[in-house]
């Protein structure tokens, strides 16, 4: 694991603002995430998990403090980096997939490439492999309606990867699966991590995948109440 953090949270603070209330979600979060690491964040319901992930995408905007990744400041970026960011060097997973319905597996997979320069055969044949590599080689021409939970996660999870991220934002992926689908999404998640070397940040309220990370930090209330090191899952 290398020295230089992928992602900083520095000073966090989010506000919302409900009607002319201020609601004070992220209450000053600070984390450093290094490159390789599986780290799952857990908290219960409400205690600000999807908003900090969000935070790190650049989905949305701290109100103030700081998100640094590999080194850059995203506070200075513009929303067409972010947008750029996220779309190559972020793969984010949502509970609900967020699939395209009127789109095949395979064209749901190959839509984040689309703003790239590569044309449309090396773009299909590229979710391809992704799809094979999801064990999913007989669904690729399904449409979403067509396929279970499971399924629709690996397509997501296909889709995610189609521009190789760096970092991998992944949020409650099994909130809306079966057990087996589940334990299935899981052990695809810790592969990502522990065979491709990829930096994950797992959202999760299920205290049975605590053990698969490297690192658990805990969220109560807006803030970081606890912090799990799992040593024997780290490389070094
Ligand atoms: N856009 C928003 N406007 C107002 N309040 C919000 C908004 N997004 C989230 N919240 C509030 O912020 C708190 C944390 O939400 P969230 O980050 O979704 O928590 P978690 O993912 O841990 O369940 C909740 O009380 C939620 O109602
Ligand atoms: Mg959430």
């Keep these: 694991m290398s020295k230089e953090p992928v992602i900083e949270v520095c000073d966090l603070i989010k506000n919302f603002t409900l009607g002319d209330r201020q609601v004070n ?19 219960p319901s409400g205690s600000g998990k999807t908003t ?40 984010m997973v949502f509970q609900d997939f967020n699939l395209i319905q009127a789109m095949t597996a395979i064209e749901n997979v190959a839509m984040p490439m689309i703003f790239k320069d590569i044309n449309l055969k090396r773009r299909l044949k590229r979710a391809k492999e992704l799809l094979c590599e999801m064990g999913l080689e007989d669904r690729i021409y399904h449409r979403p309606v067509e396929m279970s ?6 397509v997501s999870i296909a889709r995610s990867l189609i521009n190789n991220p760096y970092i991998m934002l ?41 053990g698969l990370a490297d690192r658990v930090i805990a969220m109560q209330d807006g803030q970081i109440s606890n912090e799990m090191r799992n040593s024997q899952n780290e490389d070094n």
């Design 25 to 43: 979600v992220l209450k000053g979060i600070n984390l450093q995430i290094f490159s390789g690491e599986y780290i799952i964040l857990f908290g």
């Design 52 to 91: 900090l992930l969000n935070m790190i995408s650049g989905l949305d905007k701290p109100t103030s403090g700081k998100i640094i990744i590999r080194g850059e400041d995203m506070s200075k970026a513009t929303s067409n980096d972010l947008a750029e960011n996220r779309s190559t060097k972020i793969g």
């Design 149 to 154: 939970g499971g399924e629709q996660q690996r």
């Design 170 to 210: 992944i949020d409650e992926p099994t909130g809306n699966l079966d057990g087996k689908s589940a334990n299935d999404i899981m052990k695809i998640i810790t592969d990502l991590n522990k065979k491709s070397k990829h930096t994950i940040v797992l959202v999760t309220h299920n205290p049975n995948y605590l």
